[in-house]
């Protein structure tokens, strides 16, 4: 798969609300305090960790690993560039929470296998593990006629992806994080320009502009939707 360079680039991934509103829903599942040691897996820009950084000012500045570094990372964390699932093998760290959001589907099966049993034994008693994925069911995320095929074949990978990552993690608790999304058509087809989700990777620079003509016409100015995550959460 090639790589995403444009994910959260100006965004609503990227919108103090929306990190305000992930937080806030990590909040109730995790408990946080000044000694939470915290690893994201496939951090992005790290916007999440940085902004718990600065709620909780952690001992231990949170991690974030990415195998793209994308401009603007953020500085108040520890960012390595390096495969998850390389740093994962190589260094016995615990912490309290590993975090994988929208990460898992970068993964082969045998490989997530791998990782999954990993991040297990690096957890801290008590820790967690948090994975949030797309919705794979009446996912609301606006798509042209290519992309919705894309975006479904690779939900419906995503669902062979959860039974291995179900059947690794055993004891699991499946809730759903739910972003009320407000964005002018204009930013929306920008943002399909510059191929901000992995279903757009692959498609040839036609098939994007012919996408961008057909949401066009299907959209008024603001589009609205609900942008709706699985979680997926394991205690140790
Ligand atoms: C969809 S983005 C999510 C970014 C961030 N977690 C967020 O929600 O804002 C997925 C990220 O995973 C990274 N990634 C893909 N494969 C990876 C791997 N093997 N190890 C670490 N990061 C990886 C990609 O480069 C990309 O930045």
């Not at 937080?23 to 940085?50: E, M, P, Q, W, Y």
């Not at 994975?131 to 992309?147: A, R, S, V």
């Not at 399909?192 to 100015?221: A, F, H, W």
């Amino acid at each position: 798969m090639k790589k995403l360079k444009n994910w959260d680039n100006q965004t609503w991934l990227s919108s103090e609300n929306y990190i305000y509103q992930f937080n806030k829903f990590l909040n109730k599942r995790v408990r946080l305090n000044k000694n939470t040691k915290i690893l994201d897996i496939g951090c992005g820009r790290a916007n999440i960790i940085s902004t718990l950084q600065k709620r909780y000012k952690f001992r231990e500045k949170p991690i974030g690993l990415d195998i793209m570094k994308n401009k603007g990372i953020k500085k108040n964390i520890i960012f390595k560039k390096i495969d998850g699932y390389n740093y994962l093998k190589n260094k016995n760290s615990k912490y309290d929470l590993i975090l994988l959001k929208q990460t898992v589907h970068f993964f082969s099966s045998s490989k997530l296998k791998v990782l999954i049993n990993i991040a297990k034994k690096r957890l801290e008693r008590g820790g967690k593990i948090l994975i949030f994925t797309l919705k794979t069911t009446n996912n609301k995320i606006p798509c042209f006629k290519k992309m919705r095929q894309k975006l479904d074949s690779s939900l419906k990978r995503d669902e062979k992806l959860f039974k291995i990552i179900e059947k690794k993690l055993k004891r699991t608790n499946v809730t759903f994080f739910n972003f009320k999304v407000n964005i002018s058509k204009h930013k929306y087809l920008k943002m399909v320009k510059s191929r901000y989700i992995s279903c757009l990777l692959d498609l040839s620079n036609y098939e994007i502009s012919k996408g961008i003509s057909e949401l066009q016409s299907k959209y008024n100015t603001q589009i609205k939707f609900t942008d709706t995550l699985k979680c997926i959460a394991y205690k140790k």
